[in-house]
């Protein structure tokens, strides 16, 4: 049960990470207030899920552990970027909230949920947006660099590192 709560909160938020790299409100200029009300959707979705994951970590630590096959610095880099991870996404999550506390203009959540009151100050407003984007360039960093070591792992040690969080449907293909 535990390792499925992981897989599915490990794959929603890597599919809402890929929602937020594709899309940015700023971007879509045809229609800014329904991107910025998915955005805001989806970052609802997400502070959920890093919540759930958040707790899960404080109460009982990283759930993957190192392999015996991992030389020293690998087992010290693999503690290293899940730990930088789960602090990563609750940062991401907390800086655009926090950009979107302080908009000066309405933001509602898929057009349903208020986010704010609208009573933010414009240039607040821009300096949360930049942290946020700032972050979150970052995370997505951190994302590729553990995606590379565990596709690492799989190939050249040979320890099955990616049948752990693939579903067990994808494995003959691993």
Known sequence: MKRTLIKWLHWLSFALLIYFFAVEPDDDMADAGAALSTHAGAGLLLAIV???????????????RAG????????????????????????????????????????????VIPINFAGGNKSLHDFATEIHEITFDALIILIVLHAAFHIWRHVKLKDNALRIMFPKILHRWL
């Open 50 to 64: 890093t919540g759930i994951w958040l707790f899960i970590w404080l109460r009982k630590g990283l759930m993957g």
């Open 68 to 111: 015996p096959k991992l030389p020293g610095w690998g087992k010290k880099l693999h503690t290293l970027n899940h730990k930088l991870l789960q602090i990563g996404v609750p940062v991401v999550v907390a800086s655009g909230a926090f950009a979107g506390l302080a908009a000066p203009y309405l933001i509602k959540g898929f057009g």
